[in-house]
């Protein structure tokens, strides 16, 4: 069984080692390069102040890993968040991207945030860099989508197309309630 629980510093190099493949060989992270630790610490350092990093683990192996970050940084939009996923690729297919969109949903609810959404590159067809996989994966996680952009982004001499979907984690109240930072909450996943 896999445990859900805040990301640290010493996984840098086990998630660089699962998101790697994912800059090299697909078009799912429009990246082209991979990182390097010192730029992934800065992410994750920047992202914990706010919103949580969450790693699965089994066995001492991290096997995928999720967060949440600013969807906009003006002020009116603090109560939505963007959400990303990265599964090692033997660890797919089992529930864990299913798992960890839980325990990130959870820990959001608990700080208030309304809205998720997440920005997935899509196929005008599916190729050897990128299938539709990522859409119906949040499809079945709740998401519906709100926005297409086609041809917005080019990755191994072609352009791919980027579909934003949503999913409502509360109901906005009036006035919102307070958010409360993540560095905040207990850090707990469960």
């Not at 009116?76 to 990303?84: F, G, L």
């Amino acid at each position: 069984m896999e445990e859900i629980r805040t990301a640290c510093e010493a996984d840098i190099p086990a998630m660089l080692d699962i998101y790697a493949p994912y800059v090299r060989e697909t078009a799912i992270s429009f990246e082209y390069e991979v990182p390097s630790e010192e730029e992934f610490t800065a992410r994750l350092r920047h992202t914990l102040a706010r919103y949580p990093w969450l790693a699965a683990e089994k066995e001492g192996r991290i096997l995928g890993y999720a967060y949440a970050s600013a969807f906009h940084p003006r002020k009116a939009y603090q109560w939505c968040a963007e959400a990303s996923i990265y599964v090692a690729r033997d660890a797919r297919g089992h529930g864990l991207g299913a798992k960890l969109y839980a325990a990130l949903e959870e820990i959001l609810k608990r700080q208030n945030m309304l809205v998720l959404y997440a920005c997935i590159a899509s196929p005008p067809e599916e190729d050897e860099h990128l299938t539709r996989a990522s859409l119906r994966f949040h499809a079945r996680m709740g998401f519906h989508t709100v926005g297409e952009f086609p041809r917005c982004g080019y990755k191994f001499n072609r352009w791919y197309d980027m579909v934003w979907m949503e999913k409502r984690l509360a109901e906005a109240a009036e006035p919102p309630l307070p958010l409360i930072p993540f560095a905040e909450l207990s850090g707990k996943a469960s």
